[in-house]
């Protein structure tokens, strides 16, 4: 929570990093939660033999999601019947119940059942909704062998009519409490002792507005932020190489390069291992990659094996996600006495500066050093003798930014020709 003056706010403003980083809280267990309900899909379809194809969203997109699709063979020989199914989960902070759960089950192209509940942290996880049990139910389903609509589809008219998802945090005052309180003994019939009440109230609730008319002060309540932070990349650079005869030695050549960059880093870098997977014709690939994040500077690093050859390069981008502050209510707070105005966070974009562009090209030039003296290394120990071009492939940067020349802009509105251009800021 911190004070703020009355006033005009604008409905998107910067987050980062004037708010603190809230670890272990709603955005990390909803991470989790769509860890175990994809690892709960693979499982499901492993015990039936199933040819499925389980995505999840990447690390730091909100609203998360886990999407499941499923080709059954069906009895003719040349058809297959096709199921998805779509998990949804969106956070709710400062509300009662704190998540939004969205899914829906698409049969042989048909949108079958879609349900939308909001649900409390610890309830996503029940038998009937997103459980273990009702995953399973749900592959079941869509493998053929289950044929009662899943707890999860069932419908439940009276679920949520009489359970509004309130803002704890907000209500009213005692002086308002009391006056709706004298208002509804007022509008009794009971005589002169009616029209005393009717006054008292107009009198409390007027001396209530009275006291929020002088009272300018605003309470903003913020839930904090994802320790993640979204990625949207602009490219930058590139270099790759292809060294002959030691394929085989992909993995111990990524591991000690990972070792030589976590030993020679600058100090606010941040050197880890990403897992990407990727959809190719009939298999989904999965790979390692070595992240280098400085500021808004990203590098990855490929070390991947092509049977006796090495492949080994790396791309530099200019991180320009961000989290932006946006209203969820405003209202009254009982537990300060003033007024209040709650907020969350949401994905967004920040323009680049020229100050960034050069924490880009500085990372980029000192990853591009260790590599090269890394492959060098590696060619001197297994006494390969090949010629390596060390050239880097650079990248338009009024492109990467997105700048056009005049021409290219005629067509474009402002809005777009102005959505990355790079702005210098002193």
Not at 73 to 82: E, G, K, L, Q, V
Not at 94 to 118: A, M
Not at 199 to 220: M, P, Q
Not at 358 to 384: C, F, S
Request: aromatic share 8%.
């Amino acid at each position: 929570m911190r004070p703020a003056v009355a006033g005009r706010v604008d409905d998107v403003r910067k987050a980062t990093p004037f708010l603190r980083v809230e670890n272990g809280y709603l955005w990390d267990y909803c991470e989790v939660e769509l860890d175990r309900i994809a690892t709960a899909f693979r499982q499901a379809a492993a015990k039936r033999n199933l040819t499925v194809f389980v995505r999840r969203s990447p690390l730091g997109t909100w609203p998360g999601w886990v999407s499941f699709d499923a080709w059954i063979p069906d009895r003719n020989i040349w058809t297959t019947a096709r199921f998805r199914i779509n998990v949804k989960l969106t956070p709710l902070p400062h509300h009662r119940r704190e998540v939004l759960v969205e899914t829906s089950l698409h049969d042989r192209g048909i949108d079958r059942w879609t349900t939308k509940r909001q649900l409390a942290l610890a309830s996503i996880k029940d038998p009937d909704m997103l459980g273990d049990a009702a995953i399973d139910q749900l592959v079941d389903y869509a493998a053929g062998t289950g044929n009662k609509r899943p707890p999860l589809f069932r419908w439940k008219p009276f679920t949520n009519l009489f359970r509004r998802n309130k803002i704890p945090n907000l209500g009213l005052s005692d002086l308002q409490k009391a006056g709706f309180g004298l208002l509804i003994f007022g509008s009794l019939p009971i005589g002169a002792i009616s029209i005393i009440f009717l006054v008292l109230s107009f009198l409390v609730l007027g001396v209530d507005g009275l006291i929020r008319l002088t009272d300018r002060r605003v309470l903003v309540m913020d839930c904090g932020r994802p320790a993640s932070v979204p990625r949207s990349l602009l490219f930058l650079d590139t270099w790759y190489a292809l060294v002959r005869g030691i394929g085989r030695e992909a993995v111990p050549c990524r591991e000690s390069l990972l070792e030589r960059l976590r030993s020679t880093c600058p100090e606010e870098a941040v050197i880890g291992l990403e897992t990407v997977d990727y959809r190719v014709l009939d298999d989904l690939i999965a790979r390692e990659q070595i992240v280098v994040r400085f500021r808004r500077a990203v590098v990855f690093c490929h070390v991947y094996g092509y049977g006796e050859d090495l492949y080994v390069g790396w791309d530099a981008h200019l991180d320009c996600g961000d989290w932006k502050e946006i209203d969820v209510s405003q209202g009254y707070s009982p537990v300060h006495g003033v007024k209040a105005r709650l907020t969350t966070v949401q994905s967004g974009i920040t323009l680049p500066t020229n100050y960034q562009l050069a924490d880009a090209n500085g990372v980029a030039e000192w990853v591009h050093r260790q590599i090269r003296e890394h492959v060098k290394l590696l060619m001197a120990e297994h006494a390969i003798d090949q010629e390596i071009d060390f050239t880097i492939i650079r990248g338009q940067r009024d492109d990467a930014l997105g700048r056009r020349s005049d021409s290219d802009s005629k067509n474009e509105s402002k809005t777009q020709s102005r959505r990355f251009r790079m702005r210098r800021i002193a």
